[in-house]
């Protein structure tokens, strides 16, 4: 079966007045439908390169990246990017930055700003409709972000660091509702992240990249009994031998170099 996406030996360097810079190395690996995948890797390493290159942003120079078997441009499928900063416009109120999207593409009927509504209800954030942006907190802020990249339906979310701007108390439970929101919703998402635990308590699979350019060293499957829910998955005798794990792929990195 083809898999939902599918990055086969991909490479991608820029090229600038300075020179070259070789940002990602023969990266492969698939995604099936539904998944919530987490990368990690040092900062620089390509991360966010990968994300622009899933998106069609840029193309690689190496191999292809395939959704349901096509390149990225040719597929219809709808991809959804939620960045470290929120992006909010100040002087819209929350409801219309979370329709913001939809209003743009000319889809926001009066269902679909029912609908955003009720998100906003579900998510906490029903009491904020007329508010400002500035008004909420951290965590509101990012749930709004949220329910602005989901209003558009994507099948695929890519989520850059969403939850590094946050303190860290906002950013256990932000990342909690996050991948609840986004497990109840059947999203397959990429997530990335330089925060080993966040990636480790939220996804189905870590995939770990090594420092500039990224190649990719290991691809470990998360299994906590059907457990999903971060704060839980913190809690469990898993959670510290997939971070002993982990942080031993990452580091075996630095022993090449040094
Ligand atoms: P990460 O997200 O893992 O921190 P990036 O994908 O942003 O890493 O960057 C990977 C490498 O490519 C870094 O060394 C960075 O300096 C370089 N880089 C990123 N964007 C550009 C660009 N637009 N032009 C030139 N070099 C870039
Ligand atoms: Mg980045």
């Known amino acids: 079966m083809t898999p939902f996406l599918d990055v ?32 990690v890797g040092p900062s620089g390493c390509g991360k966010s390169t990968l994300l622009t290159l899933l998106c069609g942003l840029a193309e690689p120079e190496e191999g292809a990246v395939l959704l349901n078997g ?32 939809l209003e743009i593409q000319r889809r926001l009927t009066p269902e679909a ?71 109840a919703s059947k999203k397959t998402a990429i997530l990335v992240t330089h925060d080993l635990s966040e990636a480790i308590s939220a996804a189905d699979r870590v995939l770990v990249l090594s420092s500039r350019p990224g190649r990719l060293k290991a691809e470990i499957p998360l299994s906590f009994s059907g457990e999903t829910r971060p704060i839980h998955r913190r809690n469990m005798p898993e959670f510290s031998s997939y971070f002993n794990l982990v942080w031993k792929e990452l580091k075996s990195d630095d022993e090449h170099n040094s």
Request: net charge negative.
């Open 8 to 39: 086969s030996g991909v490479s991608f360097s820029y090229h600038t007045m300075e020179g070259e810079t070789k940002a990602l190395s023969h990266i492969s690996f698939t995604v099936e439908n539904g998944e919530f995948i987490a990368v």
């Open 70 to 101: 096509l390149p990225v441009s040719q597929d219809h499928s709808r991809i959804g990017y939620m960045f470290q900063r929120d992006c909010l416009l100040e002087w819209r109120s929350v409801l219309s930055n979370v329709s913001l999207g």
């Open 113 to 183: 700003k029912k609908e955003l509504l009720s998100m906003l209800e579900t998510y906490g954030l029903g009491d904020f409709v007329n508010s400002r942006p500035s008004e909420l907190s951290g965590g509101m802020r990012q749930r709004a972000a949220l329910i602005r990249t989901l209003a558009l339906k994507p099948d695929l979310l890519l989520l850059d660091e969403p939850f590094s701007a946050l303190d860290y108390q906002t950013r256990l439970s932000v990342c909690d509702d996050i991948s609840s929101i986004l497990r």
